[in-house]
């Protein structure tokens, strides 16, 4: 294994971490805001790839203009899913659980009837390859590597000095005191569903354009969305962060060595360990 493999993996990696990020960081916040695990999430970034396909290949129409309509109706599906569905199991982890198994079906489903069963395909307008040196990274995955990264910490920054983020962080410190405060858990608990299901579609619309799609494509991202949050620590935010920069470079170098499926097999073998030997994760508390 020489040292420009090595880079190349490293790119690669970065590529892989940027879009788990921007899916786990958006499961991390609805955590760490209504205390649900939203299974369901893998298919906000589903129905982000094929909204961006049907406004482009469909109606013709320009990718920026189609992303943002993704992105957008991902954001108020989220809106949609905890004002409908979400907010009258606050505080029932379990049933909510079990309700966001039954969206995945419903979700997956609605687009099957829609779209059908043919796996689909769209082009982005990041065509080309940028080369330093000897090493080489496509446009498309470099935009995902930038857009996955300045979207993160455009989220920090939102957290760290906008009122709305100071009370999200308030809310997922103590939810009794903050609303004692006067805090409106339902409004920020939406605000929570629209950014978390907004980056999933951000997520969505990026990466549908590298692989082809399919009802079901949502499977693995959640998958490897769960493994981030639970590698970081539950609920934090800069656990997701981390997380997806150790699980994206694991996939991107060890690939480099063996092949894909040990690189998988490794992820998750080091988030069982992580479950048995320090069950908060990496940069979660008690």
Same mark, same amino acid.
């Given at each position: 294994?020489?040292?420009?493999?090595?880079?190349?993996?490293?790119?690669?990696?970065?590529?892989?971490?940027?879009?788990?990020?921007?899916?786990?960081?958006?499961?991390?916040?609805?955590?760490?805001?209504?205390?649900?695990?939203?299974?369901?999430?893998?298919?906000?970034?589903?129905?982000?790839?094929?909204?961006?396909?049907?406004?482009?290949?469909?109606?013709?129409?320009?990718?920026?203009?189609?992303?943002?309509?993704?992105?957008?109706?991902?954001? %108020?599906?989220?809106?949609?899913?905890?004002?409908?569905?979400?907010?009258?199991?606050?505080?029932?982890?379990?049933?909510?659980?079990? !309700?966001?198994?039954?969206?995945?079906?419903?979700?997956?489903?609605?687009?099957?009837?829609?779209?059908?069963?043919?796996?689909?395909?769209?082009?982005?307008?990041?065509?080309?390859?940028?080369?330093?040196?000897?090493?080489?990274?496509?446009?498309?995955?470099?935009?995902?590597?930038?857009?996955?990264?300045?979207?993160?910490?455009?989220?920090?920054?939102?957290?760290?000095?906008?009122?709305?983020?100071?009370?999200? !962080?308030?809310?997922?410190?103590?939810?009794?005191?903050?609303? !004692?405060?006067?805090?409106?858990?339902?409004?920020?608990?939406?605000?929570?569903?629209?950014?978390?299901?907004?980056?999933?579609?951000?997520?969505?619309?990026?990466?549908?354009? %590298?692989?082809?799609?399919?009802?079901?494509?949502?499977?693995?991202?959640?998958?490897?969305?769960?493994?981030?949050?639970?590698?970081?620590? %539950?609920?934090?935010?800069?656990?997701?962060?981390?997380?997806?920069?150790?699980?994206?470079?694991?996939?991107?170098?060890?690939?480099?060595?063996?092949?894909?499926?040990?690189?998988?097999?490794?992820?998750?073998?080091?988030?069982?360990?992580? %479950?048995?030997?320090?069950?908060?994760?990496?940069?979660?508390?008690?």
């Amino acid at each position: 294994m020489d040292e420009i493999n090595v880079l190349q993996g490293v790119l690669n990696g970065l590529t892989c971490a940027g879009w788990y990020v921007l899916v786990a960081v958006g499961l991390s916040l609805v955590l760490s805001i209504m205390n649900i695990v939203q299974l369901s999430h893998g298919e906000i970034y589903m129905i982000g790839a094929y909204v961006v396909y049907y406004f482009c290949v469909n109606l013709g129409i320009s990718f920026y203009l189609g992303f943002v309509i993704a992105v957008l109706a991902s954001g %108020l599906l989220g809106i949609v899913l905890e004002r409908v569905f979400f907010r009258p199991f606050r505080g029932k982890p379990d049933q909510a659980l079990v !309700l966001s198994i039954g969206l995945i079906l419903v979700f997956q489903n609605i687009v099957l009837a829609i779209a059908g069963g043919t796996p689909k395909s769209y082009r982005s307008p990041f065509e080309g390859v940028v080369k330093i040196g000897s090493l080489a990274l496509s446009t498309e995955r470099l935009v995902i590597i930038i857009a996955g990264f300045v979207l993160i910490g455009a989220l920090f920054l939102f957290i760290r000095f906008a009122k709305n983020g100071q009370a999200m !962080l308030a809310i997922s410190q103590d939810r009794e005191g903050a609303a !004692l405060q006067g805090i409106n858990i339902n409004r920020l608990s939406a605000i929570a569903m629209f950014v978390g299901c907004a980056l999933a579609g951000v997520a969505g619309g990026l990466v549908g354009a %590298l692989f082809t799609l399919t009802p079901t494509m949502g499977a693995t991202v959640l998958m490897k969305g769960i493994a981030v949050i639970i590698l970081g620590g %539950l609920g934090s935010i800069s656990g997701a962060v981390l997380g997806g920069l150790i699980i994206g470079l694991i996939d991107g170098l060890v690939p480099v060595v063996t092949s894909s499926y040990m690189a998988s097999l490794i992820g998750f073998a080091i988030v069982i360990l992580i %479950l048995l030997f320090r069950p908060r994760g990496l940069w979660g508390h008690e």
